[in-house]
């Protein structure tokens, strides 16, 4: 992904500073959404960490996420932050609430950012970043 003669460079590859982090950005190489679910009680959670703060076990797994959530709130950048993110302002950034019960933070794709509205069904889609990355973005879900 480049920004054409605009001399922005491509976007910057996750760089996980443990293996954990390392592990949620290894599914997402493979167009998979995944978080750590507590063996114990059950409980999903992102980001990810050693113990459930439900229970405090430290016993869990990864699990495919359904992908499929709601937007919970957004922000719209109107002037051009860092030269090395090749987003067209404006852009939002949005935190979503997934249907494990988990928010995280991303991007929008498919829709515009004054189209966004509280609750907004919207669903993962990955996009290539070069080096076998993906990053997963959000957009409208289909009806």
């Known amino acids: ?3 054409g003669d605009s001399g922005v460079k491509s976007r ?3 760089q996980p500073d ?3 982090v390392g592990a949620f950005w290894d599914h997402c190489a493979k167009g998979e959404l995944c978080f750590q679910r507590c063996s114990a009680c059950g409980t999903w959670r992102h980001l990810p960490r050693h113990r459930c703060a439900s229970c405090g076990s430290k016993e869990w797994s990864w699990q495919r996420s359904s992908g499929r959530g709601t937007i919970f709130s957004w922000t719209v950048t109107h002037q051009p932050l860092l030269r090395n993110f090749p987003e067209a302002v404006p852009y939002a ?3 979503v609430e997934l249907e494990e019960g988990v928010r995280m933070v991303s991007g ?3 829709i515009a950012p004054s ?6 069904p919207v669903e993962v889609v ?3 970043a070069g080096e076998g990355a ?3 973005f959000f957009g409208p879900r289909a009806p």
């Open 18 to 20: 443990d293996d954990l």
């Open 134 to 136: 993906k990053l997963p």
């Open 1 to 3: 992904m480049t920004g």
């Open 93 to 95: 950034s949005i935190v």
């Open 12 to 14: 910057p590859l996750p």
């Open 108 to 110: 929008l794709r498919g």
């Open 115 to 120: 189209e966004l509205v509280l609750d907004l």
């Open 126 to 128: 990955f996009e290539d």
